[in-house]
């Protein structure tokens, strides 16, 4: 008989679930984030015995199956009462069933019958044959009917009460233990009255058996039950979503579960409280939006790269901002965000320090002529200020120094990979966002500028490995964030931050045509990042990055956590200097006449490069001149007797045309008399009009003097400079200048190839 049974056990083995079906991705704390029902739409949030408060197992063993740890799944004494009680009275008074019983039924549902109440029987016992106690305890309190779509006592715990079955009280606890003898009776949001009427028996019958107080007995009976209807409350539904798939698919991989199968508990590294935040943040912004842009936003801890917050998506529930798709990883146009790491690795290679002389002003790069976001030039300006700045020219112009391939290269390895279009090549463009990347990748990379030059791919999983590179130096590191952070004074290296005591060092983009506006950057113990735009690539006009992505980023940054900051030391490879323009060499070794604007600089590793080649002339910047000490203009003893030479420091040639006329008047940079006109231009292009030396008086009755000129050769766009600022641009080559004080003056012509003209004249009173 016995080898039937073992036979018949063998042939028909329980049901018992590998897992819990269905999945709950859970925060750092545990706290859940996103959940997923199993086929039958159930909700579940796995547990053991050790994760659910004492006071719930004791009440649930006591009043439910106290000879639990002893009997074989069957209680006999119980059978027996529930069976005289059933003759007695004519119907069931109770089930005599234990909690293996129970978990026999959760998992193989059946009539309630004899014939099904003898399978049970036969089921609760091949269940001890099989499992241990705590084995069986844990399947019941995953399978525990709890009302509607709710099972087990910990998402019960979650749904109706708002908190984890580990901080259960007294009266909590013992609700939850009598909700599965009736769930649809019983539940606290619909039928509170008669869920508080039996969760007193459990406390009664607790104090009874002298379980509990009965102090603590009263005290549980004062409270009220009530509670709200269950209902799905997400956070991170993109990054829950994005756990959830990689879940799947590695069980699949592991061909342990079908296609629709899932894991049970997914750990991430989110915070619930930054991400709440995160979220409040995304939500408080989203309206003042067009009704089609979406934002996105990145938190990770700079030493970990644990991701604290995510938010793929403005607002998940609103499908017109296309909520489902997760811009963390969307590939777009960075716009100027890779500038930083340009200045990086151009002071890494040597050939800048942070107050180098770079020129913004117009230039062609093989065709290839960039402007400025403000639609203007500055002149000359130092690496800190550029960048600082964000402006286009100086960056096009040290990336064509570098070499785009280079550049992109670079980024690569230190996991900021470039995306470019199908067969093409990285060209000068990227710097200005022609290539596409993520706000994952770029806040990766930027996690440089808080950790020694060490980017670092963010995780989201505490199991993940770690994964570091090398982006730049540790002394690049420490310039490029001072630079950022507080403006590049080495006079100022560690500033205090604002009011609230919040460092920032950040940067914006904006790519081509409004798409994507950005802002990333690095704070105290956190690197941030948000875009926001479109995800199908609309141009929104009048969004960029300074004026809609970095507030928000402010905004995150100071409502971030004050807890324990990176360590913040200057490097030993990083000293300061001070410096000459327009050489950019050490003013200790440049002769006082020659050092025209005097500027303190971070060097790295007691470099000091010299200003970069000048692209129009291909002598260096200390040449000897010969000028007229009369009319101080340039001349040459070939075609003026009266010629004296001197040695000058020469400005790079676009720049000279942003020089005062009584500027370079000091330096002998004045334009070319009109006796030597054959050196009279350093490009093909001609200044007409105006001669220099010539002196003008206003008309009769007028208090100004309108200048006629014409630009004779040059190419496509021209701008015109008086005094060193621009006047106008466009592809006229004749302009009417407006000038209304006396004195000196100058205009300048600079045509898109970086060819210049200047003639300097002087403008008499009435």
Known sequence: MLSVLLMLDQLFPPPIPKDVPGMVVVARDGTPLRGWPDSDGV????????????????????????????????NPV??????????????????????????????????????????????????????????????YLNHAPMGGIVEGVEMASRSYLGKSAQTLSSAEAALLVVLPQAPSRLRPDRHPEMAQQSRDKVLRRMAELKHW???????????????????????????????????????????????????????STLDREIQTTLERMLSDKVNQLPRFVSMAALVVDSKTMEVLGYA????????????????VRGIRSPGSTLKPFLYAMALD???????????????????????????NFSGPVSVSE??????NVPAVDLLDRIGPIRFTARLSSAGLRLRLPKDASPNLSVILGGAGTSLEELVGAYRSLAMKGMAGVPRITPDAPLKESRMMSEGAAFIIRNILEAGGHPDQPFVEGDASGVHLAWKTGTSYGFRDAWAVGVSGRYTMGVWIGRPDGTPNPGFFGANIAAPLLHQIAYAMPRGESLPREMPKEVTTAQICWPLGVAASLTKAEHCHVKRSAWVLRDTIPPTLPDRLRGRGLIESIWMNPQTQLRTMPNCDANAEQREVARWPALLEAWLTPARKQELGLLAWSADCPQVNSVGSIRLMGVKSGSRLRPAPGQNSVNVSVDAVGGTGQHYWLLDGKQNAAGIKKRQTIHITDAGSHSITVIDAAGHVDSVTFSVDRK
């Open 349 to 375: 290679d040597g050939i800048i320090h942070s107050e180098s002389l770079l020129a913004d002003t117009p230039q062609s790069f093989g065709g290839y002529d960039p402007g400025n976001f403000q639609a």
């Open 78 to 139: 119980a059978m027996i009462r529930a069976a005289w009680q059933w003759v007695a009275h004519g119907r069931i008074v109770s089930g005599g069933s234990t909690l293996t019983m129970q978990v026999a039924r959760a998992i193989e549902p059946v009539p309630r019958t004899m014939r099904g109440k003898l399978r049970q029987i036969a089921r609760a016992i091949q269940l001890e044959m099989r499992l241990s106690k705590k084995e069986i305890l844990t399947l």
């Open 312 to 327: 793929g998506s403005a607002d998940f529930s609103d499908p017109r901002r296309f909520s489902h798709v997760d811009m």
């Open 386 to 391: 550029a960048l600082q700045r964000s402006l």
């Open 43 to 74: 909700w579940r949030y796995p547990v053991t015995p050790d994760q659910v408060s004492p006071k719930y197992l004791d009440a649930l063993k006591t009043y439910e199956d106290r000879w639990f740890e002893w009997h074989p799944g069957v």
């Open 213 to 267: 107080t009965a102090a603590e007995v009263d005290d549980a009976l004062i409270e009220k039950v009530g509670a709200n209807p269950p209902r799905v409350s997400w956070l991170a539904p993109l990054a829950a979503e994005r756990l959830h798939q990689a879940a799947r698919a590695e069980a699949r991989q592991r061909a342990k579960r079908s296609s629709g199968a899932a894991i049970g508990i997914v750990r």
